[in-house]
């Protein structure tokens, strides 16, 4: 699955709208925080460090998905104060096209409204989660990077459809 990402509240929000159990890719510094240290393994994440080759983070997220788990990707890389930016990082194409495994897009609206980027409190105000149709990917020579662009496009789409 991958999806825009404006909010920390965005993989709750994720969690809450699909039935089944999703797994996360963390940044390794929330995992320093006995709290989240804690409650984010229980919540299906894994540490991941970000902006630097990291083999042991997707070993881990080759084997959840290997054994037919759903595993959320934002390929934005963090967050953005929109949650639709044009920068995207490559790895959803990469896990996608080397393990041959379809891509959910889901758009997540009103938690950078609940939640924004710098805030201490969360803001009453609703949240919605939108699901797109699976996205078979085929790799034939396309470079991740550009498979990640074009399931960012379908995120995008899915933005677009809820403002009509």
């Not at 990291?54 to 998905?65: F, I, N, V």
Request: one cysteine or more.
């Amino acid at each position: 699955m991958a999806s825009n990402h404006a909010s920390y509240l965005d993989p709750l929000a994720l969690g809450v709208a699909c039935s089944r159990k999703l797994n996360y890719m963390a940044r390794h510094d929330l995992f320093l925080n006995p709290v989240f240290s804690w409650m984010l393994p229980k919540i299906g994440a894994f540490p991941v460090k970000r902006y630097s080759s990291d083999p042991a983070a997707l070993k881990e997220a080759m084997r959840r998905l290997k054994d037919g788990q759903i595993l959320v990707l934002f390929p934005e890389g963090s967050r953005r104060a929109n949650g639709l930016s044009q920068e995207v990082e490559a790895g959803v194409g990469f896990l996608s096209a080397k393990l041959n495994v379809p891509v959910i897009p889901a758009f997540i609206k009103g938690t950078q409204v609940a939640l924004p980027k710098g805030a201490r409190f969360i803001r009453p105000t609703k949240v919605s989660v939108h699901f797109g149709r699976q996205v078979s990917i085929e790799r034939r020579g396309v470079p991740y990077q550009d498979i990640a662009r074009n399931v960012m496009e379908e995120i995008r789409h899915l933005a677009c459809s809820e403002l009509d």
